[in-house]
């Protein structure tokens, strides 16, 4: 080892001693993207050879691929050499309880409204935080280890359970997909892993809290959840993030697959920073989140609930390749100010017997634009396929717009596939009704947007519910005069 | 309990309300009769506080308050209470959580807590019970696929839960079958109290075979022309409204 070697270590640990009383010190790669970036991460979080090179042959296809073109909104110019693609917490260790976790990083996550130790007390619900990048406390782990379940970070993964990353991942997004996505597999920090084993129902509800920290720094997760044979498991995403001036990308890719006989819930509230009330600042969300039914008789159920970001632009969609498996979609994307999304799902039909169901709620607000933009795609094989959509849109105001746009493919005659759409506004009429029993116009209108999205909400897990119904009321603060 | 002195109002600039003079006292009954569009409705959209009418003139003195100073909300929560000519359907709400929603609003509005869910669930039944409301009505949404006489019921439900101290009726017998008269007529009978009071909007003298008032008036025009007692909800049952426009144009002046 050389004397330089020694210095550097030596003041790692120096680092380590005092990082506890300071703020918490961050890992920061200079801004900019190039090859020598991308090796710079891989190294940090010591990849074998072969995720590297599939890193940087990401890096290669995101150089070819173009930015899209189709989308209903003006998408900003986002100068990829001015973020910085790794942000960690210095002071990585690994932790055995919550109580050698640095306590500023715990008031952090007290001031989010996630306690770690009450949630794994009350809810029993295992919690892998992410901070900026890099995972620093993860619960429950031995209870589900016992099972067989393996649930971690994505780079603990890479390590300890090489093959099943190597076989699996970029499977069901492949690299090429969109530039958004090359840009993930070339630079992507961290995320989750799930592996449910054979025949193993998880017993929780599994829960990564995500949160945007360091400063411009973009996020880059990526998640890959796989149930083996007649498994299931339920996953809960939710993210918050705290006020910030520059627009920050957000490019997350999240991959799941279902074999035989299993099933995946994957339910998210989105609530990045949305920007101010004139739409400075807020987080772009370009995100693709993508499963596929590899199994007979296995489903995939996407719910979300999205109230954040400046700009939502995602997705998540389902092939249906497993013979009778079925693919899920419940949405509600609120938009207030000047937000947008342009959101939806894809539904592949491909096996025989496959079924999909796409619920749809938009939710209007200010000068917000809501696009549902879906495809259902039936193909030649697939017999008796069944596609079920309702998508729904309400406007508060005058000022804002909603927009649907449906592209429905069949290449078999025996499917069937039904669309169906409403508008409406919330009525002077009901929230008057309201008003006259006592009701206030704020909960008024609390009550109407909660009702309205009740059928999406209602697949939502129990806590997340009450929280989603929370971010409903508070996104629309304000919105009705 | 209700004192209204020489009330205009207008929408879109029309006059709808010419002049209105009502006083209403605790423990009466009130029936308002007029032909369609002689202001009926509106009067009760105007005392209910709907944006779209305009009071131009006039005063509203609620139990000593001022009742056109008053947001909606707050002169619902002040007692008064409107059980609506065409109740509306707010799909996804439940109408319990609805109605814990207003009653605890209106309680807080008077500085008293929340009501516990027993308590809560008590006096639901016990309403439910004296007013013969359907149990199953109460667990859908709020008025969602409702049939025309069930909104009416539930409406008149809500007004046995929030028990107000004024409860305008608009047209509350309209779209009910005489069975669904029958009860909702039985349930507003066993509501009245000396301490609270009814105005009853409504075409026929049907409904106040069942409720019976102490007072009726005749609006037209947007302006009362006629009050009397029960007898006179006979009379114009027997004659039509036609001998009072009759009496009218001979009082008007000449142009």
């Known amino acids: 080892m050389s004397a330089e070697q020694d210095i550097l270590q030596e003041l790692a640990g120096r680092e380590y001693e005092f990082g506890f009383e300071t703020q918490i010190e961050m890992d920061i790669a200079p801004p900019g993207l190039n090859e020598d970036i991308i090796r710079f991460i891989s190294a940090k979080k010591q990849e074998p050879e072969w995720l590297l090179e599939w890193r940087l042959k990401g890096y290669q296809l995101f150089q070819k691929l173009s930015m899209p073109t189709w989308q209903n909104f003006k998408l900003p110019e986002v100068d990829f050499q001015g973020v910085s ?62 099972l067989g379940i393996i649930f971690c970070s994505f780079g603990e993964a890479v390590q300890e359970h090489p093959e099943l990353v190597k076989k699996y991942l970029g499977t069901v997004v492949p690299q090429a997909d969109n530039i958004y996505a090359a840009l993930n597999s070339a630079v992507f920090s961290d995320g989750s892993f799930v592996y449910i084993p054979k025949g193993v129902r998880c017993p929780m509800e599994l829960s990564t809290y995500f949160r945007i920290n360091a400063k411009n720094t973009g996020q880059f997760e990526r998640t890959l959840i796989i149930a083996d044979e007649g498994s299931y498991v339920s996953y809960l995403e939710g993210c918050t993030a705290p006020m910030r001036d520059e627009n920050q990308l957000h490019a997350a890719v999240v991959e799941l697959i279902a074999l035989d006989d299993s099933e995946i819930k994957y339910s998210t509230v989105q609530n990045w920073y949305p920007g101010d009330k004139d739409g400075k600042g807020g987080i772009y969300n370009f995100v693709t989140k993508r499963g596929i039914c590899k199994g007979k008789n296995s489903k995939i159920s996407w719910t979300q609930v999205e109230t954040g970001s400046a700009i939502t632009w995602k997705y998540p969609g389902v092939i249906l390749q497993g013979d009778n498996s079925i693919g899920e979609f419940y949405s509600v994307a609120v938009t207030a100010n000047k937000q947008v999304a342009d959101t939806g799902t894809k539904m592949i039909h491909i096996g025989k017997n496959t079924k999909s169901r796409i619920i749809s709620k938009g939710i209007s607000a200010g000068h917000g634009h809501n696009t549902y933009r879906g495809q259902v795609k039936v193909g030649p094989n697939a017999t008796n396929a069944r596609n079920f959509t309702q998508c729904d849109s309400l ?43 006592g009701i206030d116009n ?40 | 309990m209700l ?40 009067l009760a959209s105007v005392l209910a506080g709907r944006e779209a009418y305009e009071v131009t003139e006039g005063s509203v003195d609620f139990d000593g308050k001022d009742l056109l100073d008053m947001s909606p909300e707050v002169r619902a929560r002040e007692g008064l209470f409107l059980a609506f000519q065409y109740p509306v359907e707010i799909p996804g709400v439940s109408n319990i959580n609805f109605l814990k929603t207003a009653v605890n609003e209106i309680r807080a509005y008077h500085g008293q807590p929340p009501m516990q869910a027993k308590a809560f669930l008590d006096m639901l039944k016990s309403k439910q019970k004296l007013m013969e409301f359907d149990a199953n009505l109460m667990n859908r949404s709020l008025n969602e696929g409702f049939s025309g006489g069930e909104k009416k019921r539930n409406d008149v439900f809500q007004m046995a839960m929030l028990e107000p101290k004024l409860a305008i009726m608009d047209e509350t017998d309209s779209g009910l079958d005489i069975d669904a008269l029958r009860i909702v007529s039985a349930g507003v009978n066993k509501l009245r109290g000396k301490d609270n009071a009814f105005i009853i909007i409504t075409h026929y003298q049907r409904l106040l075979e069942y409720i019976v008032p102490d007072f009726v008036h005749v609006l037209y025009n947007g302006r009362i022309v006629k009050s009397g007692t029960k007898e006179l909800a006979l009379e114009l049952e027997e004659k039509g409204y036609d001998w009072l426009k009759e009496d009218i144009r001979l009082e008007e002046p000449v142009q």
């Open chain 1, 85 to 146: 693609y790794y942000a960690a917490p210095k002071n990585k260790v690994k932790y055995n309880s919550l109580d050698e976790v640095d306590p500023e990083l715990l008031a952090t996550f007290a001031k989010l409204g996630i306690p770690l130790e009450e949630q794994k007390m009350l809810s029993g619900v295992a919690v892998d935080a992410v901070f900026d990048s890099i995972s620093v406390a993860t619960t429950f782990k031995t209870q589900l280890h016992e």
């Open chain 1, 395 to 437: 406007l508060i105001g005058d000022r804002c717009g909603a927009h649907t746009f449906p592209y429905i493919e069949s290449k078999n005659n025996t499917a069937m596939v039904e669309h169906e759409a409403t508008t409406s506004k919330i009525g002077e009429d009901q929230v008057f009704y309201l008003n006259q029993r």
């Open chain 2, 3 to 42: 004192n209204i002195k020489n009330l205009h109002a207008a929408v879109e600039g029309n006059a709808i309300l010419k002049g209105i003079n009502l006083n209403v006292k605790a423990g009466e009954v009130h029936a308002i009769m007029g032909p369609n569009g002689s202001g009926k409705s509106s």
């Open chain 1, 442 to 481: 704020e909960q008024a209108v609390n009550m109407i947007v909660n009702g309205y999205a009740k059928e999406v909400l209602n697949q939502l897990p129990m806590e997340f519910a009450v929280e989603a119904q929370k971010l409903l009321s508070i996104t629309l603060e304000g919105s009705v005069g």
